[in-house]
């Protein structure tokens, strides 16, 4: 196992996750990359536990309105290849452009599935950055 080449297939999925974010919406974004025993980890909520309760929380709201991205800074993997973390900064902006957009930071932990896949196992994120900072 290569540990620079798993990191950057970390990096990548974390890429393509958020340009399926852009392309298809925030929910099927999440939906496609959450592992079974995934996690979200939210400002002023309790931990949402597991791919079913996150395709709950998705089901009671909209994402046509806005388009979240986020770029991957920093990757790494354990040294057996199998479990690793990506950080970086977000921006989300409203599809009508009227509203100012907002930006963040990010922290997501990756396990590889059955397949070899990499899928989420938590996810979280932090508002408050200005334009400058990202």
């Not at 990191?7 to 925030?26: M, P, R, T, Y």
């Not at 397949?115 to 994120?125: E, H, R, S």
């Amino acid at each position: 196992m290569n540990v620079e080449k798993e990191k950057e297939a970390i990096k990548q999925a974390d890429i393509e996750f958020s340009n399926l974010s852009v392309k298809e919406g925030f929910h099927k974004a999440f939906l496609t990359y959450v592992a079974d025993d995934g996690v979200l980890l939210r400002p002023n909520s309790y931990p949402v536990e597991g791919r079913k309760a996150i395709e709950e929380l998705h089901a009671k709201s909209s994402d046509s309105t806005f388009t979240l991205t986020w770029k991957p800074l920093f990757a790494d993997v354990s040294s057996s290849g199998d479990m690793g973390y990506t950080y970086g900064t977000w921006e989300v902006k409203a599809k009508t452009g009227d509203d100012k957009p907002g930006y963040g930071t990010y922290t997501t932990f990756w396990k590889k599935d059955k397949n070899g896949k990499w899928k989420f196992v938590l996810d979280t994120g932090n508002a408050g950055l200005s334009k400058e900072e990202n």
